[in-house]
């Protein structure tokens, strides 16, 4: 082969063409040349090796390459082609193609003018590369984006959560602090009510005229009583003793305390289990705390309804949770009210016998404390579901003999069928 540039001028080198076109045919670029209408004039095997398509199908290819492009980015090729037509370059513009075996492969195409040494036009050329892995690396980058940026909502959606119940338990904790103490105050002037009561009441008559009156004032002696329990429960240092039980037979215990509540409010009292044993779910947990939380949940559910209604408690376990769920379908809770119901001494119920307002604090209070959560779901006009979830099996961190008092206290007060 003899050198192209033999006998050239001195300060010039003349290349053959057809070096140009070797040249071009070895790149593993797909290289196009057009003219300045935009029709095809060469087309390097680059083309098939992508594509599938040989040079000789391109260039009868009416409106080439847009039989190549994806459907979805024809637009886009027919203003490069405008643009490339107009003598503008552009560079790393990304389209889609789909191959002969009908794969979909990312290219990006940059293209430029081309002109003679007189600087007359002759076209532009255009080169595209493969880049489907880039585009996978790209893509799976965004994925990986989102999903940390959805886990960033998520923590700080969680931290946000966390730094309400802190406040809110801080907020329980010094208004319990201050409930125990009034409690503390007012229970031993009680005692001594109680006590010179139980005196006056065994010197009179039972034929006495007002003697019906006693039970009156004992039942009011025995609700300020039971107030004055609910305060305590409110700031309760004593960690819970967990204990094994089934917890179906505790919402059982709770059914029968309930019952002449119920009964007084014409509700009905229903239990369904998705326990994993025939006898109930066995778990480990403070019972008389879980008891009590029923109980407190139970009641508001009862005093919820309307007469002829339902509540119904509902039992799941997991291997390591339990979740308990006490549904009516009473008026529901409003948006302005909902955000308050935890709050101690708030109460909807509008007359002091049906409570204090410190029965949801105390519940929360004691499911805290047995390391669980609860939420609250409610719509006007359908009903409430708080929905409870546990450890299932809680570790024996103390004794405690206040909360079977509180819950042996509570039981006398239902058999009263005061609740």
Known sequence: MTDPTDGAAPGRREIDDALFRFVAESTYDWESWHRSDGALVWVNGAVALMTGYDVDECLAMPEYPLPIVDERNHALWREILADAKAGRSGNDREFRVTTRGGDSLWMAVSYQPMADDAGRRLGFRTSVRDITERQSMKEELARQNDLLERRLREQTAKVARLERTRASMEKLAAVGELAAGVAHEINNPLAGIRNAFALIRGGLDPGHPHYDLLDLVDGEIERVAGIIRQMYQLYNRSPPQAADISVEKVVGDVFCLLGPTAERYGVRLEVSSLGDAADGTPAKLPKNELKQVLFNLVRNAV?????????????????????????????????????????????????????????????????????????????????????????????????????????????????????
């Open 303 to 419: 005093q919820a309804s309307e007469r002829g209604g339902e509540v119904r408690v509902e039992v799941g376990a997991e291997a390591s949770t339990v979740e308990i769920a006490v549904v009516d379908r009473g008026t529901g809770i409003d948006a302005k009210t909902l955000p308050r119901i935890f709050e101690p001494f708030f109460s909807t119920k509008g007359q002091l016998k049906e409570g204090m307002g410190l029965g949801l604090s105390v519940t929360q209070n004691l499911i805290a404390a047995m390391g669980g959560e609860m939420t609250c779901a409610t719509e006007l006009g359908e009903g409430t579901t708080f929905r409870v979830t546990l450890p299932r099996y809680a570790a024996d961190v103390g004794a405690d003999d206040t909360g079977a008092a509180d819950a042996d206290a509570a039981e006398a007060d239902a058999a009263r069928g005061g609740a």
